[in-house]
């Protein structure tokens, strides 16, 4: 099999000269790995969006980024369906190309968006633990609307050129949906993916780190956030212990999810690359062990959407006396039917 797209089926890149290895597991693997993110991604943020949109009576600016988060995982994982079809069919494309386009154009927009409103939320808890009174100004739901609102124009507009690079190819008896373009294109393609990757997720990762860093220390300070009163004590220990929550989670999920998928990724392009420029630079055997290191990552990337909605539980109090709000009242009805039913018998 042909090494330089994850798409292509027992085929061979004349401008790669002829590298060609076997690459039969994707065919388990990403199906396997795709289902099980999409019936545990769609369970965990519809729970997640039920709970914010029919739950949480006053929107704070950081209900709005995690709604935003919700709908980006929800729309990712809707996506999947289609790729676990194709995969699993061993790279045959059954619709048409216009709606190969739309998949992979929504696959990366709502992971880079998933990605830009985590950074939102970090930045969102940075201002409010290092600087307390000024974020009383600075962050507001309106704000935080406009935020969203420019966050996925960002994103929209940094993902539409792959409406352009996504691409079929009837291949013999099969078609083939590129995951990043046909090989003609591939060296523009090559180019436009490094910016998307610099521009979202390099920058957002190390805003991430930085701000995360400034926290912690923060947070070590002795007495913060305690007024010096019993109740402030036991307020701002619930708040270090929920930012120490989300600074874990967020950090687990950019080093465990976005950054093998990143660096393998990039890893395997280059090495197509230089491949293509000059065969004695790279072997096929590296060029090999960086394309099966790529798509081992690539379910790592798509776990996040099942990441994202914990961090959503476990960092909100709110959240949690909603859900139990919830399961007191049906437990309630439940006993009461139950108590009605007993009386009549």
């Not at 076997?22 to 388990?28: A, P, R, T």
């Not at 080093?255 to 630079?281: A, E, G, I, K, N």
Request: hydrophobic letters at 45%; proline letters at 4%; a positive charge.
């Amino acid at each position: 099999m042909a090494t330089f797209d994850s798409s292509m089926n027992n085929q061979t890149n004349v401008s790669a000269f002829y590298c060609r290895f076997q690459e039969d597991f994707k065919y388990i693997l990403l199906p396997v790995s795709y289902a099980l993110v999409f019936v545990i991604g769609l369970g965990l943020n519809a729970t997640a969006l039920f709970v914010i949109v029919f739950r949480t009576k006053r929107w704070k600016p950081s209900t709005i980024y995690m709604f935003n988060l919700t709908m980006c995982d929800t729309l990712y994982v809707l996506t999947l369906p289609f790729l676990i079809y194709y995969y699993a069919d061993e790279n045959d494309w059954p619709f048409s190309e216009p709606f190969c386009k739309i998949i992979r154009f929504l696959f990366y927009t709502n992971l880079y968006g998933s990605i830009l409103f985590l950074c939102c939320i970090s930045l969102h808890r940075f201002v409010g633990i290092c600087y307390p009174v000024r974020s009383l100004h600075w962050v507001t739901a309106s704000r935080a609307r406009l935020v969203s609102v420019a966050v996925w124009a960002c994103v929209l507009f940094c993902q539409a050129p792959i409406l352009y690079f996504s691409r079929t190819r009837d291949v013999k008896t099969e078609r083939i949906c590129y995951d990043t373009t046909s090989p003609e294109l591939f060296d523009d393609f090559l180019v436009y993916s490094s910016v998307v990757s610099v521009l979202m997720f390099a920058v957002p990762f190390m805003v991430v780190m930085v701000t995360y860093g400034l926290m912690v220390r923060k947070l070590l300070e002795p007495g913060w956030g305690s007024d010096g009163s019993e109740r402030g004590g036991m307020s701002a220990q619930r708040s270090k212990q929920k930012s120490v929550k989300m600074i874990i989670i967020v950090l687990a999920m950019f080093m465990l999810c976005f950054l093998p998928f990143h660096l393998t990724r990039s890893l395997y392009y280059s090495f197509r690359y230089l491949r293509q420029v000059d065969p004695s630079q790279i072997s096929c055997k590296l060029l090999e062990a960086s394309s099966i290191a790529y798509k081992v990552t690539r379910p790592l990337a798509s776990a996040n959407s099942c990441v994202d909605p914990i961090l959503y539980f476990l960092a909100g109090q709110d959240v949690r006396s909603n859900l139990t709000k919830k399961f007191k009242s049906s437990s309630s009805k439940t006993t009461s039917v139950s108590k009605r039913l007993t009386t009549k018998l």
